[in-house]
C-alpha cells in the first residue's frame, strides 16, 4: 500500500475517533467514557485507539487543538477588528464565541470536566489556549483598564464562557420567556465594553 494511501486512511481514522469521542461525550459524559465506548461508537477495535492516542486525555487534547485552530482561522473573517473601544468590535468577539460554544459544548464541557479532576490536564489546557488569552488582551491595549491586561482578558472570557454555559445548558434565570442569542449578545456586549472602559465605567478611555 502506497505511504500516501495509509496516511490518508490513519487521517480518516483518527477523524472517525474524535467525532466518535463527541458522540460519546454528549450520551455519556466525559468522566463516564470509556475507551471501549469510543472505538464501539466509531465502529473500530478497540486497539485500534492506541495507533492514534496514548489515552483518552490526549484526545481531549487533540480535540481542544482543533478547537483552537478553528478560532485562529475564524479572526481573518470579516467583522474582526482589534480595538476593544469599539463596541462592534467588542460584539464580534463575544457572538463569536458565543456561537463557538453552541456548535462545541459537548468538547467545552468535556475539557471542563477532565481539567476537575486532573491537574495536569488542566495545566496543559491552560497553556493551549493561552495564545488565545493574549489575543484579547492586545485587543485591550489602547483602554485604560482597571488591572493588567492578561487579567482583564481572563476575567474577559470567563464571563462570557460562564454565561454561555449556564444559558445554553438551559440552566438560566426563568424568564417567563425565551432568552434569545441576539438578546444575550447585545446584553453581554454592553456589561463587557463599559466594564472595561470602552463606554462607561470609571477611568475609561472616551
Known amino acids: 500500500?502506497?505511504?500516501?494511501?495509509?496516511?490518508?486512511?490513519?487521517?480518516?481514522?483518527?477523524a472517525e475517533l474524535k467525532a466518535a469521542a463527541v458522540r460519546a461525550f454528549e450520551r455519556l459524559g466525559y468522566?463516564?467514557?470509556k475507551i471501549t465506548d469510543i472505538t464501539a461508537e466509531a465502529g473500530r477495535a478497540a486497539g485500534s485507539f492506541y495507533t492514534h492516542f496514548a489515552n483518552k486525555e490526549s484526545l481531549l487534547e487533540a480535540l481542544l487543538a482543533d478547537l483552537l485552530a478553528q478560532a485562529d482561522e475564524s479572526v481573518v473573517t470579516p467583522g474582526h477588528g482589534d480595538?476593544?473601544?469599539?463596541?462592534?468590535?467588542?460584539?464580534?468577539?463575544?457572538?463569536?464565541?458565543?456561537?463557538?460554544?453552541?456548535?462545541?459544548?459537548?468538547?467545552?464541557?468535556?475539557l471542563?470536566?477532565?481539567?476537575?479532576?486532573?491537574?495536569?490536564?488542566?495545566?496543559?489546557?491552560?497553556?493551549?489556549?493561552?495564545?488565545?488569552?493574549r489575543h484579547?488582551?492586545?485587543h485591550l491595549q489602547n483602554l485604560d483598564l482597571p488591572g493588567d491586561p492578561l487579567v482583564v482578558a481572563s476575567m474577559f472570557s470567563t464571563l462570557v464562557s460562564n454565561?454561555?454555559?449556564l444559558w445554553l445548558s438551559g440552566r438560566g434565570p426563568q424568564l417567563g420567556r425565551e432568552l434569545s442569542d441576539d438578546e444575550?449578545?447585545?446584553?453581554?456586549?454592553?456589561?463587557?465594553?463599559?466594564?472595561?472602559g470602552g463606554t462607561g465605567g470609571s477611568g475609561g478611555t472616551r
Open 136 to 138: 484579547i488582551a492586545d
Open 31 to 33: 468522566l463516564n467514557t
Open 163 to 165: 454565561c454561555a454555559d
Open 184 to 196: 444575550a449578545i447585545e446584553t453581554l456586549t454592553s456589561f463587557l465594553h463599559a466594564g472595561i
Open 1 to 14: 500500500m502506497a505511504v500516501g494511501v495509509r496516511k490518508q486512511q490513519a487521517a480518516r481514522t483518527e
Open 112 to 133: 471542563q470536566q477532565a481539567a476537575t479532576v486532573d491537574e495536569s490536564f488542566a495545566r496543559r489546557s491552560l497553556e493551549m489556549m493561552e495564545p488565545d488569552l
Open 83 to 110: 480595538d476593544f473601544r469599539d463596541r462592534d468590535v467588542v460584539r464580534w468577539h463575544v457572538a463569536a464565541y458565543w456561537d463557538f460554544y453552541r456548535r462545541y459544548r459537548t468538547t467545552v464541557v468535556a
